[in-house]
């Protein structure tokens, strides 16, 4: 600006060549202000971080990580392993003639409404406990077998009298899991899954041996008990059967008109170092937001437990958030601490809306369909027991999925 203001106050220079060596002489400058030695400066403070961050079992996949971790303003944060210490254990029952938690360690003395919850739960179930004590599966299936192991009904015997013909896997969307056995003769179609999603596929109950039709006044009592266990901040998972005609493979539709059993409730205590965790990250200005597919009332118990939720915090389930637009969504997302009943779609809103604020989000995952939103994160961060896929999305893994990683 100098130059240019003395090539037009003395007028005797040639002043497109003035302007040019002026313009010449401003680049030179300004790249010797830039040390040669930066790229270099930088790569090894980013790599001291990314050595640092390792000794405390978070492992940086992507260099540039370390620095937008710093200035991360959101944490969107899964529960089950990473709030929670992901060792589920069968705490409540529930039958359908209101009976609660009080299975007899006799099998042989169990009622046809307690031995059919059992069999759903066993049958329709991939996890496993061996001989020796050793669990294979997930954490609230293993839970399950536990459960029945506790109360002396082998899972192995189970299995081998009933032993599964086909089966349609549990997925996040449908939020189900069934399989098809013979049992007594009879060819049923067992089905475990989210309390809300059984309850509208239901049209009868199973109640002292008889089915009988799922009124409105029987589905609210269910309702209402499934309510009450949501507020002990219990994790449920209903139990319904139907008997098959057809011994084919499986379609989707066959888990219509089902026969509703009973309900699991079991609990995931929060990991000891997480209160403090969240109470750091609270005060160095990050928001951190519970995304999980537990029930609503559950997911808000335990936020509200581990000071993720304020008294007045919103929380919303999936099919609330599919309903709002992103006008809508904006205006009270600062005040949503909780999402529950997600999908991965909802994820991916989710980041997209803080990220429309202005915030740098951290999102966290450990399944397959966790990798579009790890992606969408301005720092996607996978659980070291999850899939390869969300890993090779993510720019960190947490090695022992703990949130306190975070701080």
């Not at 409404?113 to 759903?120: S, V």
């Not at 609230?140 to 032993?163: G, I, N, Y």
């Amino acid at each position: 600006a100098i130059q240019v203001a003395r090539i037009f106050i003395d007028g005797s220079q040639d002043a497109g060549m003035a302007l040019l060596n002026a313009f010449m002489f401003a680049v030179a400058v300004a790249v010797a202000a830039i040390p040669e030695a930066l790229q270099s400066i930088v790569t090894i403070v980013l790599s001291i971080g990314t050595k640092t961050m390792a000794k405390k079992n978070a492992v940086i996949r992507k260099l540039p990580a370390v620095e937008t971790l710093g200035s991360t303003s959101i944490i969107a944060t899964d529960k089950t392993g990473t709030l929670t210490q992901n060792k589920m254990t069968v705490v409540d029952t529930y039958l359908a003639n209101g009976q609660t938690a009080s299975f007899s360690s006799q099998p042989e003395n169990w009622s046809m409404d307690e031995m059919r919850l059992m069999e759903i739960a066993v049958l329709a179930n991939d996890a496993t406990i061996s001989a020796d004590g050793n669990e294979l599966g997930d954490p609230t299936e293993v839970a399950m077998v536990a459960f029945s192991q506790k109360l002396k009904q082998s899972a192995a015997d189970l299995r081998d009298k009933a032993p599964r013909e086909a089966e349609l896997p549990f997925d996040s969307e449908r939020k189900l899991m069934s399989t098809r056995h013979t049992i007594n003769g009879e060819r049923v179609l067992l089905t475990k899954g989210g309390p809300d999603v059984i309850f509208n596929r239901s049209q009868s109950v199973l109640v002292n041996g008889e089915v009988l039709p799922l009124t409105p006044e029987r589905l609210a009592t269910i309702q209402e008990q499934n309510e009450a266990f949501a507020k002990r901040a219990l994790r449920v998972l209903a139990m319904a059967y139907k008997p098959l005609s057809h011994d084919g493979d499986l379609s989707f539709d066959d888990e219509n008109e089902l026969i509703f059993v009973g309900l699991l409730a079991m609990i995931d205590p929060p990991r000891e170092e997480v209160f403090a965790a969240v109470e750091a990250a609270k005060g160095a200005g990050i928001k951190t937001v519970m995304i999980t597919g537990d029930h609503k009332t559950t997911a808000q118990a335990i936020a509200k437990d581990i000071g993720i939720a304020e008294a007045d915090d919103l929380a919303l389930t999936g099919n609330e958030l599919d309903n709002l637009s992103d006008h809508e969504l904006d205006s009270i997302l600062e005040k949503v601490s909780v999402y529950a009943r997600v999908s991965p779609e909802n994820k991916i809103r989710i980041v997209r809306a803080w990220q429309r604020k202005g915030h740098v989000s951290a999102m966290t995952g450990d399944g397959v369909n966790d990798a579009p939103a790890l992606k969408q994160a301005d720092i996607g961060i996978a659980m070291g027991s999850g899939t390869d896929v969300a890993k090779d999305a993510a720019a960190m893994v947490l090695t022992d999925d703990n949130f306190g990683r975070y701080t």
